[in-house]
């Protein structure tokens, strides 16, 4: 080998070498906590979506309730998933949240509280009688079975 070809060689070591350098000091930038959060943040927005989905529905059957009365079985599910969609569009308008993920998280939400939130009127009857009256309360208990599924007018047991 030249020493011109030397010279190149040892030129390309130190750059590769300050490289390194330069990628253990980015790693270490991304430990600091300000990152971990950033991390954190997705997940939580998701589960945030998630239950946010739940809580239209619950207030979307609130406010059926108190204007319309006692729904007929199986309906409420249908008016309760427009209603309560309704609501997710103007939250996720009113919070820009744009993501897919979130909206896909609120949707799945609403449809677990659509179908599930029987169980927990049969859980916590008291609480509900409260919120919605003593009628309502009785009236989905006379519809549904504890631990179950309320498809659209279908009660199916989980076991």
């Given amino acids: 080998m ?8 040892q030129d390309r070591v130190a750059r590769l070498s300050d490289k390194g350098k330069a990628q253990a000091e980015a790693r270490k930038k991304t430990r600091k906590k300000g990152v971990v959060f950033e991390r954190l ?12 989905g739940y809580f239209t529905a619950f207030l979307s059957r609130y406010v059926m309730y108190h204007m319309v009365g006692l729904p007929e079985p199986g309906k409420v599910d249908i008016a309760s998933l427009v209603f309560a969609a309704a609501i997710i569009l103007t939250m996720s308008a009113i ?3 744009k993501q897919k993920e979130c909206a896909t998280a ?5 449809l ?3 179908f599930t939130l029987h169980n927990f009127v049969w859980e916590y009857p008291d609480l509900f009688e409260q919120v919605y009256g003593p009628d309502w309360v009785k009236s989905l208990q006379q519809q549904t079975e504890p631990s179950s599924l309320f498809v659209f007018g279908q009660v199916i ?3």
């Fill in 95 to 97: 919070l820009k949240s």
């Fill in 106 to 110: 609120s949707s799945f939400g609403l």
């Fill in 2 to 9: 030249n020493e011109e070809q030397k010279q190149a060689f």
């Fill in 157 to 159: 047991e989980l076991g």
């Fill in 41 to 52: 943040a997705f997940p939580l927005s998701i589960l945030a979506a998630f239950a946010l």
């Fill in 112 to 114: 677990a509280a659509v």
